[in-house]
């Protein structure tokens, strides 16, 4: 599977964006997709999945209410959602695909993508 992610920019606190990545390969309808993210000078951190259907999807805590996550099969795409940007969304987004059963540890994700850069101005 190869992952293509898009959709970043630099955008002001308060807009909202809408990744998406785009992925190849036969097998991406029965693969988990997540997206997660790392800001500059701090770990990778999970921020959300979707199962291959799309009928469950799980989120980190944090992102919570302000983030959503969906799949078109169809399109071979995922997309994440980000409504109510803060400075601190400031970071690469990068998307992930696993298949392993769901719901999916964090590091049981075995394809990445190359990463967006989001830029959330105060």
């Known amino acids: 599977v190869q992952l293509q992610a898009s959709g970043g920019g630099l955008v002001q606190a308060g807009g909202s964006l809408r990744l998406a990545c785009a992925a190849s390969g036969r097998s991406f309808s029965s693969n988990v997709m997540g997206w997660f993210r790392r800001a500059p000078g701090k770990d990778g951190v999970f921020l959300a999945q979707?199962?291959?259907?799309?009928?469950?999807?799980k989120y980190a805590d944090s992102v919570k209410g302000r983030f959503t996550i969906s799949r078109d099969n169809a399109k071979n795409s995922v997309f994440l959602q980000i409504n109510s940007l803060k400075p601190e969304d400031t970071a690469v987004y990068y998307c992930a695909a696993s298949h392993a059963t769901w719901p999916v540890n964090s590091d049981r994700f075995e394809y990445w993508g190359q990463g967006t850069q989001v830029t959330v101005s105060s």
């Open positions: 979707i199962n291959w259907s799309g009928s469950s999807t």
